[in-house]
């Protein structure tokens, strides 16, 4: 288990903390500080970083939403690192003095900082071992939605779904004095999207989701210079993606497709505009609302400068193009994922590559400064010929492009659970670096930035998001994860990681069947 010996030192810890909370909260326009005042007190916990976690659109819109609710107030938590102990930005509170805790899980890598908040704050790390003085302990977000049985133990409940249709039903419950612990989570198992180990494993837990999307705005909830987008006024444009790529959890868990109209959307721009100049659309892919160019075009109306996620190939309209120049952006990020046309079918990237090269013309024609491209290496399928593909492709982009800014971001592929890829292998980790190092020499004489993220990190990630609960004592003992650890740490629990790597078998249950999309 995470060490507790080191608790004698966190006076002087605490301090140094409250202080640096001071200084935080101090730089925001818009964090809720006040008695609770008869309300139902709520921690929000992002387990990571504050500049992380405060550049989280879901993690506004949850703390957002607990503080319009007129029976509700929310605190913000954030992962301090070892040995720190767990209290709330806004006042100090520490984390177990609140009855209702609420995780916030974006990526798989932070699973390794849930021991650590909780046992930080002098919480039972798993949930078995919780007793009626201890808060009811909720997980969500993406993760949650996709499989969250590797760390399922460490939680009373997880939302399986959108939190502005599941938060009504958990307060209730949680706000109702006249139950006891065990009550209440045999309430919540009834209650629709929640899954609560030992009380819903008769059958799987349907997600539920927000059918109407302008029933609640999505926007920046807090204004702080310290986070990752600081300087932005994010606005959230969509949810889910029509495009049916096979790699993508998108089009799974988020689905269906719904965009906000463009009334709501250019209001939440008014009100962001009186904070930031810039204002930064967010959605898996912008370029698909059926009036982007509007929006732009309204925005840049106001005066505000606007900077978007990825832009699609196609259709890209050289109008959208010219309204997102004028409105300040100056560069464009593209998805391609793969530089052969075969291989961008199989993953379902319907686009040639002369399609492609239009889109990039047109980006040069309207005078961006930069270009980045995103791929992937290790698609199921790929060959030595795709890379070599993928370089040519790169360079055909150069040339067309004509500017010196051109980057290119390669991530190694992980099968993403309720993909159509969610039971095929993971390249073997020598033959990925091996075609990597080779795209990176060959395009770095060139001239094109090229970014690679790391693919032994991604073979953590892809063991995490298809696991199962025996993982959760390995996240449990393993604290600050590096890869010798975890390598140890499985081999000690008697687990292959090529279990979780390779082709998993059609008749394997997979363990994310727990849940219904």
């Keep these: 288990m995470v060490n507790r010996s080191s608790r004698k030192s966190r006076p002087s810890s605490s301090a140094a903390l409250k202080e640096r909370y001071r200084k935080l909260v101090a730089r925001e326009t818009g964090a809720v500080i006040k008695d609770p005042g008869g309300r139902l007190p709520v921690a929000v916990v992002y387990a990571n970083n504050y500049r992380i976690g405060m550049s989280n659109l879901g993690f506004h819109q949850l703390y957002r939403l607990i503080n319009d609710y007129p029976g509700t107030l929310a605190e913000r938590f954030f992962y301090e690192g070892a040995h720190q102990p767990g209290i709330s930005l806004e006042t100090f509170t520490p984390l177990g003095e609140f009855p209702l ?20 704050s002098g919480i039972p790390v798993y949930a078995k071992d919780r007793s009626e003085e201890h808060p009811i302990i909720i997980a969500g977000g993406a993760c949650i939605m996709a499989n969250p049985v590797p760390i399922a133990p460490f939680f009373d409940c997880l939302a399986i779904g959108e939190a502005e249709v599941l938060l009504p039903g958990i307060r209730s419950i949680v706000s109702d004095s006249g139950l006891n612990r065990r009550e209440k989570l045999k309430a919540l198992a009834g209650a629709s999207g929640i899954l609560v180990p030992g009380y819903s494993d008769d059958m799987p837990v349907k997600r ?9 705005s999505c926007q920046t909830a807090i204004i702080t210079p310290d986070a990752e987008f600081g300087h932005m006024y994010m606005v959230e444009v969509q949810r889910g993606c029509g495009r049916g790529c096979n790699f993508c959890m998108v089009n799974c868990v988020f689905s269906p497709l719904r965009f906000r109209s463009l009334e ?27 009036q982007v160019a509007e ?9 505000a400068q606007v900077s978007t996620s990825s832009l699609a190939v196609k259709p890209l309209p050289e109008e959208l193009l010219v309204e997102l120049t ?5 560069s464009v990020t593209m998805a391609l994922e793969a530089g052969s046309h075969e291989l961008r079918r199989r993953a379902g990237k319907h686009f040639s590559d002369a399609e492609i090269l239009d889109s990039i013309a047109k980006v040069a024609r309207v005078g961006f400064d930069a270009l980045k491209l995103y791929f992937m290496a290790g698609l199921p399928g790929e060959t030595e010929d795709d890379i070599e593909a993928m370089k040519k492709l790169v360079l055909e982009c150069q040339r067309v492009y004509g500017r010196k800014s051109l980057s290119i971001n390669v991530a190694p592929f992980v099968p993403k659970p309720f993909t159509k890829f969610e039971r095929e292998a993971v390249l073997p980790l020598d033959v990925l670096e091996e075609r990597l190092a080779y795209l990176k020499r060959e395009l770095s004489v060139r001239k094109v930035k090229v970014k690679i993220e790391s693919p032994a990190w991604s073979r953590m990630q892809a063991a995490l998001s298809r696991g199962d609960e025996r993982l959760a004592p390995v996240i449990a003992e393993l604290g600050k994860p590096t890869l010798t650890r975890w390598k140890r740490a499985l081999e000690a629990a008697g687990i292959d990681d090529e279990e979780f790597l390779g082709a998993i078998p059609e008749s394997r249950v997979l363990p994310w069947r727990v849940i219904s999309l």
């Excluded at 805790?101 to 930080?120: R, T």
């Excluded at 539920?208 to 609640?216: A, G, I, T």
């Excluded at 004028?326 to 100056?330: L, N």
């Design 208 to 216: 539920v989701y927000l059918e109407d999307l302008d029933r609640e």
């Design 326 to 330: 004028g409105a300040g952006a100056r």
């Design 264 to 290: 709501n959307l250019l209001n939440s721009a008014r009100e962001g505009y009186k904070h930031c100049n810039q204002i930064a659309l967010v959605g898996p892919l912008i370029s698909a609302h059926p």
């Design 101 to 120: 805790v609420l995780f916030s899980i974006s990526w798989e890598l932070d699973y390794f900082n849930i021991p650590v908040i909780l046992d930080g």
């Design 295 to 303: 929006l732009v075009a309204g925005i840049r109306e106001m005066g």
